[in-house]
């Protein structure tokens, strides 16, 4: 089974158990691939490396594997094209590559573009002010190949447009597909109208390096199968479906999507970030819109880099593992923003599956899709049958607004970087536990009862960083761990400024509440349980409270 992410810190109990509610291969054209090497990082922690390393490497076909002045040049005009190489046949509609090498394309063609060559073969298309559109299928359709690869010239305008619908027989399912592993590079840019199903799609690894590529796709944008790699890159997509997708589920090791670098905008009609295992964000600047959930995997996601923005949701962060080690991240949903959740043991690559290779969706599907993985096997893994910790003496396995919900493995750690949410559920929300050791976390909980900022149902274990947090009230769980904690009862208006200052007068710590809140919870490394503090509003309205207690009495 895949190997799953784990903390290696121990794990400090300071209170009850809260129960909450609710390598690239080098190969010239016309090799034969080269052997991956395993990354030398060491997994077993909630890393992008980490994370890295627990999967396949994914496979590029960069600009120093081949030679732009062997390339041999395909002119296209019309419906017509001409060529002198030896391995390019002009027909009706079509222009077949069946031999390996570097291709440059140029003008404008209505037909398709094939690429049929032999499967050790590595293949380049440099698309030079090409524009390629067809009613008969894919524009691009590499049909078979080791590798390839599309480099978009330096100064190029190039585009991409496909048919209306395609049988479901065909494998073909995008406006560019690959029956291969596919790399995008260049400088240039790329126009791509998915108008039957998918913009990009590869049915092994996709790894874009570079280009401004801009895609419209009837269902998801850009899919990479077994990987999809972004390294650097301006990538704008619509999606009728999701839009960035990896969805192999018959490997433990494959269904990942790794974000290094470049600028991404996301719009789409279900998920906007969306795979099957693990999804790694290192750096880069991710904005996402979705109308289902912003960047969601089934087993780990991990950020540890970059701007992550995601601006509509119904939950904006979903993973059975959340890991965030650093970056800015900014997420606002309908529903919880951050949740750690799900269920290992219905995972396809668990319960056993028969698919062997892409089986493609040709149905063009705007519902929300609700990532459920139908299963009935019994499966296990690391973290998921973890059992909850006694309660302290004298204290139940509740917390204010607690559930009973038995903890489920699940985990969000966060070491550092900044995270800020504005939620309609719960802001950040755990099957199983939260750790949280570094970084600053701003809430803007729900302004209405039923959900809190923060819900867990295993236990909290706070040891350092800031935690900031208004919510709608009643919900309210204990910020516990080897740091002090408040919460405090006191009615903010939107838009208002809430300080917490120590009996001293020195400042801990001043936010904005974006929405209005009948509770203030806050954990910060100054507040010492047992001490008093104050939260103040800049109207003057202010409350004194205990650190360490609940209004009710009683230390936790």
Sequence with gaps: MKKIIKVTAP????GALLAGCAVSTTQQPGGSAATQTTSNTTAGDLTVPGILSANNDYT??????????????????????TSDAAGVTVA??????????????????????????????QVVLILDNANISTTAGAAVDVQQAEDAAIHLADNSQNSVSDTSSYADSSAANAAIYADSDLTITGSGSLTVKGNGNDGIASSDDLTILGGKITVDA???????????????????ITAGGDGLKSDQETDEAKGYIYIADGKITVDAAADGVQAYTDIAIAGGSLTVTAADDGIKSEVNTVIDGGSVTVTNSVEALES?????????????????????????????????SSETSDTSDNSTDTSSDTGTNSGTGTGTGANTARPGAPAAPGQSNTGPGGGTDTPGGQLFNMTGGNLTVNSEGD??????????????????????GGNGAVDVNGSINITGGAVFATSGGGMEVPLSGSQGWIIANINVSRGQTVTVTDDAGNTIGEFKAVKSATAVSVSDPAIINRQSYTVTLDNGDSVTVTAGQFSGGGFR
Excluded: C, M
């Design 218 to 236: 009837a269902d998801d944008g850009i899919r990479g199968k077994d990987a999809l790699a972004i390294e650097g890159s301006e990538i704008s």
């Design 427 to 448: 802001g950040i929300d755990s099957n199983g536990d939260i750790n949280i050791s570094g970084g600053t976390i701003t809430i803007n909980g729900t302004e209405h």
């Design 320 to 352: 059975f593992n959340i890991g965030i080690n650093g970056g800015d991240i900014n997420l606002t949903s309908s529903d919880d923003a951050v949740n750690a959740a799900g269920d290992l043991s219905t995972l396809t690559y668990v319960t056993g």
């Design 60 to 81: 590029t076909l960069g600009t120093d594997e081949w030679n732009a002045s062997e390339a041999a040049d395909i002119k296209l005009g019309g419906d017509t094209a």
């Design 92 to 121: 009706s509609g079509s222009v077949t590559i069946t031999a390996a090498g570097v291709y440059r394309l140029t003008g404008e063609y209505s037909g398709q573009i094939i690429v049929n060559a032999p499967a050790d073969a």
């Design 11 to 14: 794990v400090i109990l300071t």
